[in-house]
């Protein structure tokens, strides 16, 4: 068989684990020699793996004529150890393609642990930096939330956000398109509107007569249906009903027919009483709209507008002077009252308008000093001078056009939450003359990223606080902190948006088991499904237990609905507590409900599914996708009777096309063959007995369920590599590259010697290099 018919095993070996990260695999150890690389090494891979693995079959995205030196071992660090893997277990090149001697493997083998080795931590100081990134849903309404004091979510109609490693706050895959600027705009407008009062008469009960509905003293009449027409001094008027004393405006549409060397006059009255003269400049092709603001007292009132300064000379002996003046009426509109100042202003008010600009002896001064700790917290960062006074400004535009203090304030808070600086989390380089390659964050970045991490929203007023004391990167100050922010209600984002990408939670909202196979799955079983989950994940941060309970702790939190679904005892009602689990055949969280239900399919159980996310969540050992064109397990009638799943599977499995994937993720997925496909007890399926033992790759055995869990305990070196990986990728939002070896290596050591504690993963994240310094391009790079 050509090695080229073997896509599936080629790619799934490709992307193995590492062969120091977890006990499945097989490693032997040689003392290494040195080689030539292009007179012995890529000789090697040219003879024996170049027919699949180049430029133009790409088999397992793995090409291996790219590497042309040694120094790829180094840049290339995970992917030389997956190949050292691969051949070390004899698995490449596939039966059937030219095998090397052992002489010839073992060379190879004992070159590439060599040229890994010289990995030195002490000498790798590069950081990386993090791609300046926007604010992804979830965060903007957080932060809008503990920015603005607004109790709704701005962001649900905001396109969704692209995943990257993982996870949806990557800064590489999060893109700005003018679809979400739009948003981003009308957000803004209708946060801060409902943020902030500001008088608006516009927003004012209003009453438009028409031309037609108006009466006229002298000088003309209707001029059409919808335009009535003052030919001569007089007034159209009409008698409204006032509901209140208040404030009102009368709001007159009108234009004019110009003649004589003035504009047409015009005078909004009450009862009478000229109000304000007005001088029409507008004609027929855009009528102008002109108004007055008074009190008015409640009660029948007569509301005009009035054409005072008639002109009629068509036979003037200047030509420039003869013709008619008129004045067009098209409506006469009256607006209020209009809403004053409240007695007693919203919160959300008063909690970002806290000096009152209206009474203030300066109200300018009161002004800045809202701006500047209002943007600096927007910004997560102090406000510069020359900042503020450019918003100082545009906030004296809207003054000089006549809007209020409290108008003004909007239009500036609304500039504010469209700007780049909030909307994306900004780490800017040092580009001065004495710039170093390296250098630390300054408090105030390494507050947003603690705040972002543990939050998914902006740094509260303690964290700014030892920002502005220059504290926060103090060891006994940034301990307290995280100790702190774990405790605080809003660490609940981390078990949402953590817990729910990573332990894939969030697909069991799309989770279709067949209703007719599944009747008693409904809406209200997946919320407790998931609910369970994120109360351990919430439980393990909250008690600082160990990590490896994930795999084996006898506890968990159910409600009467689930706990009949587990058929467990002595639960009643819709609250969640903590349930005992001794007695029972469930242990951690691979035998959740929520688990077990997102890795099957919708008819059955899926061993592949789970097996395969137990490989990518627990041991960082991603399979590949399946080749296209994979031959699908039979699902009729005939097939289901023919054998168990097992049976048929294993079938499956025999063809060598199928074999190689299926030998590691198969055994996992059976360990779990007594839960059903959502997540129930069971020892039979259709008909046939359960058989729940396998062995994986390693030689370890296991009888069933909670024996499998006891040896996927003892990999707890790899869960924990894979659990340190992936929460320093959510913490980073980017992905890890072959320099943050070292971070995992000393983070996964220190947890190890601190009995895989979570307190210490958030500690060991926040003390690290990734987390707390950055690439700088503004120096020369060592």
């Keep these: 068989m050509r090695l080229r018919d073997l896509n599936t095993a080629v790619a799934f070996f490709a992307v193995m684990v590492l062969v120091s990260s977890s006990p499945l695999v097989r490693a032997d150890e040689q003392k290494g020699e040195s080689l030539d690389f292009q007179k012995e090494v890529n000789p090697f891979f040219k003879k024996y793996c170049a027919a699949c693995h180049n430029n133009d079959e790409k088999m397992g995205d793995v090409v291996l004529d790219q590497f042309q030196s040694a120094q790829a071992v180094v840049t290339q660090r995970p992917m030389w150890q997956k190949i050292l893997e691969i051949l070390q277990a004899e698995e490449m090149p596939p039966e059937g393609e030219p095998q090397p001697s052992d002489d010839e493997r073992g060379k190879i083998t004992a070159w590439i642990e060599q040229e890994l080795a010289k990995f030195d931590c002490t000498k790798m100081t590069d950081p990386g930096r993090v791609t300046i990134r926007r604010l992804n849903r979830v965060e903007y309404n957080n932060t809008i939330r503990d920015l603005m004091g607004v109790d709704f979510q701005p962001a649900a109609d905001f396109p969704s956000d692209d995943v990257g490693y993982g996870f949806d706050h990557i800064g590489d895959v999060l893109s700005m398109s003018p679809l979400l600027m739009e948003k981003y705009l009308a957000a803004a407008e209708k946060i801060v509107e409902t943020a902030i009062w500001a008088e608006d008469p516009y927003r004012a009960p209003r009453k438009t007569f028409d031309a037609a509905a108006l009466e006229q003293t002298t000088g003309g009449g209707l001029h059409g249906p919808k335009l009535r027409v003052l030919a001569s001094n007089g007034e159209v008027f009409a ?181 780049p600086h909030f909307l994306f989390r900004i780490e800017l380089d040092d580009h001065s003359d004495d710039a170093k390659p390296i250098r630390d964050l300054n408090d105030y970045e390494l507050a947003s990223r603690l705040s972002y991490w543990l939050w998914s929203s902006m740094p509260d007023d303690e964290l700014f606080a030892a920002a502005q004391r220059g504290e926060l990167g103090k060891p006994l100050v940034l301990k307290t902190q995280i100790s702190r922010m774990l405790a605080d209600p809003k660490a609940g984002a981390l078990v949402e948006n953590f817990a729910g990408q990573w332990l894939q939670l969030r697909s069991l909202q799309e989770a279709a088991p067949d209703a007719k196979v599944f009747p008693e799955f409904d809406d209200e079983l997946r919320v407790a499904m998931r609910k369970e989950t994120e109360l351990f994940f919430a439980e393990a941060i909250r008690a600082d237990l160990s990590i490896l309970d994930f795999l084996d702790a006898k506890f968990t939190f159910l409600n009467e609905r689930l706990a009949k679904h587990y058929g467990i005892d002595g639960v009643s009602g819709d609250e969640f507590r903590r349930v005992e689990l001794a007695e029972t055949p469930r242990a951690g969280i691979l035998t959740h409900a929520s688990i077990l239900t997102i890795t099957s399919d919708p008819t059955r159980t899926s061993p592949v599914k789970r097996g395969k996310w137990i490989l990518e969540n627990i041991l960082a050992a991603a399979p590949p996708p399946p080749p296209p064109d994979v031959e699908q397990l039979p699902e009729d009638e005939a097939a289901v009777a023919s054998g168990s799943l097992r049976k048929r599977l294993e079938i499956h499995r025999n063809k060598p096309v199928c074999a190689s994937c299926h030998e590691k993720m198969d055994p996992l997925g059976f360990g779990f063959e007594n839960f059903d496909a959502i997540g129930r007890w069971r020892t039979k399926d259709a008909g046939f007995d359960i058989d729940a033992s396998g062995t994986l790759p390693d030689g370890s055995e296991f009888g069933g369920p909670l024996e499998l869990l006891s040896v996927l305990k003892a990999q707890k070196e790899a869960f924990c590599r894979c659990l340190t990986e992936k929460m320093l990728t959510y913490a980073l939002g980017r992905g890890l590259e072959y320099y943050d070896e070292c971070a995992v290596d000393s983070i996964s050591a220190r947890m190890a010697e601190n009995g895989y504690r979570f307190s210490t993963l958030f500690l060991e994240i926040a003390n690290s290099d990734p987390f707390r310094k950055r690439r700088n391009s503004g120096g020369k790079q060592q």
Aim: glycine letters at 8%.
């Design 239 to 419: 008698e409204h009903e006032f509901p209140a004393e208040g404030e009102y405006l009368l709001i007159g549409e009108v234009y004019a027919q110009q003649a004589g060397p003035d504009p047409a006059l015009m005078e909004l009255r009450l009862d009478g009483k000229t109000l304000k003269t007005i001088r029409v400049t507008a004609g027929k092709e855009s009528p102008g709209v002109y108004e007055v603001r008074t009190r008015i007292p409640a009660g029948k009132h007569r509301v005009a507008l009035a054409f005072v300064n008639d002109y009629y000379q068509p036979d003037h002996e200047d030509p420039k002077l003869r013709g008619d003046r008129n004045l067009f009426v098209t409506s006469l509109s009256v607006q209020g009252p209009i809403e004053t100042m409240p007695q007693e202003l919203p919160e959300t008010h008063k909690r970002i308008v806290f000096c009152d600009l209206r009474s203030e002896d300066d109200p300018l001064k009161c002004a800045r000093a809202i701006l500047e700790k209002f943007i600096t917290r927007a910004f997560r960062r102090p406000v510069t001078e020359d900042e503020l006074k450019l918003y100082m400004k545009l906030g004296g535009q809207v003054i000089e056009e006549g809007g209020t203090l409290e108008q003004a304030l909007q239009v500036v808070l609304k500039t504010v939450l469209v700007s």
